[in-house]
């Protein structure tokens, strides 16, 4: 596999990270530079640029995404609440070009975000 940005490298096994959740769809792994107590990063292994990107034959995969998360926040323990956020583009502040949502708990965060 011709690794060409950094999650590619680490879907590839090229970089290593803390897996949180692996399954035949999708691989979860801590953030290296956490915004929060917890923060995970969840991805589809199929390459999807951005959430723009999204089609109808991808509902199944993007709601398995979101189970992830679920099972993700009840195993990490964010029993208060905790916020998904997914980047779109440059003006959402997205700087990996492979879609992924982030799994963000054991804080409180602000509205309107930043
Ligand atoms: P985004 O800005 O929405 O594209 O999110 C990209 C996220 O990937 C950021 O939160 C980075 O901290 C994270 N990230 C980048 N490189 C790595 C890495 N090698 N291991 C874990 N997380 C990473």
């Known amino acids: 596999m011709l690794a060409t940005n ?3 490298k680490i879907l590839a096994k090229d970089i290593p990270v ?3 959740h692996e399954d035949d769809l999708c691989l ?3 953030d290296a530079h956490p915004q929060a107590p917890v923060h995970v ?3 589809p292994k199929r390459v999807i640029r951005t ?17 992830v998360a679920v099972e ?6 964010l029993t208060a609440g905790y916020r998904v956020v997914v980047n779109c583009d440059d003006a959402g502040g997205q700087t990996v070009p492979h879609l992924h949502l982030h799994l963000l708990g054991g804080r409180p965060f602000d509205w309107p975000p930043g």
């Open 51 to 67: 959430h723009a990107d999204l089609v109808p034959a991808d509902a199944a995969l993007i709601g398995h995404l979101n189970l």
């Open 72 to 77: 993700l926040a009840k195993e990490l323990g």
């Open 6 to 8: 950094v999650f590619l």
């Open 41 to 43: 990063l969840i991805l």
């Open 28 to 30: 979860a792994f801590h």
């Open 18 to 20: 803390r897996v949180a």
